[in-house]
């Protein structure tokens, strides 16, 4: 995953934590808007959700965000 995109997750894990706790949960569609602007890069978190982990359609913030920062 870019380095880019990684930091966008952290980003996005981080604020929905601050706001709705730890226990919240959240898709790979959390990370974009709600059109389909860059298809290119939703595949990218598609597939490293999906195919490179086999992740659950949602999943807690705090998984993710801890998954990205030890390289996974």
Avoid: Q
């Avoid at 996005?12 to 730890?22: L, P």
């Avoid at 086999?54 to 996974?72: N, P, T």
């Amino acid at each position: 995953m870019r380095p880019s995109l990684r930091d966008k997750v952290v980003a996005v894990c981080d604020d929905k934590i601050a706001k709705k706790g730890e226990t919240v949960g959240l898709s790979f569609y959390a990370f974009f808007a709600n059109k389909n602007d860059d298809p290119e890069l939703l595949m990218e978190a598609a597939e490293w959700w999906i195919k490179t982990h086999a992740l659950d359609h949602f999943e807690k913030a705090v998984k993710i965000r801890e998954m990205i920062r030890s390289g996974a």
